[in-house]
T-cell receptor, first 113, second 112 residues
Framework: GEDVEQSLFLSVREGDSSVINCTYTDSSSTYLYWYKQEPGAGLQLLTY?????DMKQDQRLTVLLNKKDKHLSLRIADTQTGDSAIYFC?????????????FGAGTRLAVHP | DGGITQSPKYLFRKEGQNVTLSCEQN?????MYWYRQDPGQGLRLIYYSQIVNDFQKGDIAEGYSVSREKKESFPLTVTSAQKNPTAFYLCASRPGGGREQFFGPGTRLTVL
């Protein structure tokens, strides 16, 4: 079946790096995504990675993909208070044609001084 | 400005009433989606449409209906048959051939 799991909460100090982890079960996943949601708002696409890549970097964000272990992580360098939000991992199975996104429950990131 | 708009931001209805949530996009995207978000859970797909006058059920379509008469609009009706309609509803769109879905700001529906 299709399932995406994330830890529910992460607390980091301002200026440190944050690492948010995600595991998925569908080996046919084609793309994996990270979205950010601030309170009461919609989801903002942060980045995504194709399943045949193992790393993608975009400014302060680094995505690592271990396809063998079906493990995805998002590293945020120099975490700021504005990074406090819920982060969702999502994957799209091959059969979905980019129409079906399977979401994790989200990781709430709290950044403290 | 290009984007996805959802209105209203907050909506209150009495139990037993149908209610329609609006979603409009001016991005010229082909595909549009409706998701439901409940506290502490990920998003679940209600309906999606890849082209005008065509739509498909998602994982939790029971108690909902949609229409796609225009490319830019994809309204969602929450009917009285939906047992637990109180939730945060998110609309998204995707360009033809694109891999990313882009989300609107959401509508919080509360049924009293």
């Amino acid at each position: 079946g299709e399932d995406v799991e994330q830890s529910l909460f992460l607390s980091v100090r301002e200026g440190d790096s944050s690492v948010i982890n995600c595991t998925y079960t569908d080996s046919s996943s084609t793309y994996l995504y990270w979205y950010k949601q601030e309170p009461g708002a919609g989801l903002q696409l942060l980045t995504y990675i194709f399943s045949n890549m193992d790393m993608k970097q975009d400014q302060r964000l680094t995505v690592l993909l271990n396809k063998k272990d079906k493990h995805l992580s998002l590293r945020i360098a120099d975490t700021q208070t504005g990074d406090s939000a819920i982060y969702f991992c999502a994957e799209t199975p091959f059969s979905g044609g980019y129409n079906k996104l399977i979401f994790g429950a989200g990781t709430r990131l709290a950044v403290h001084p | 400005d290009g984007g996805i708009t959802q209105s209203p931001k907050y909506l209150f209805r009495k139990e037993g009433q149908n209610v329609t949530l609006s979603c409009e996009q001016n991005l010229n995207h082909d595909a549009m989606y409706w998701y439901r978000q409940d506290p502490g859970q990920g998003l679940r797909l209600i309906y999606y449409s890849q082209i005008v006058n065509d739509f498909q059920k998602g994982d939790i379509a029971e108690g909902y209906s949609v229409s796609r008469e225009k490319k830019e609009s994809f309204p969602l009706t929450v009917t009285s048959a939906q047992k637990n309609p109180t939730a945060f509803y998110l609309c998204a769109s995707r360009p033809g051939g694109g891999r990313e879905q882009f989300f609107g700001p959401g509508t919080r529906l509360t049924v009293l």
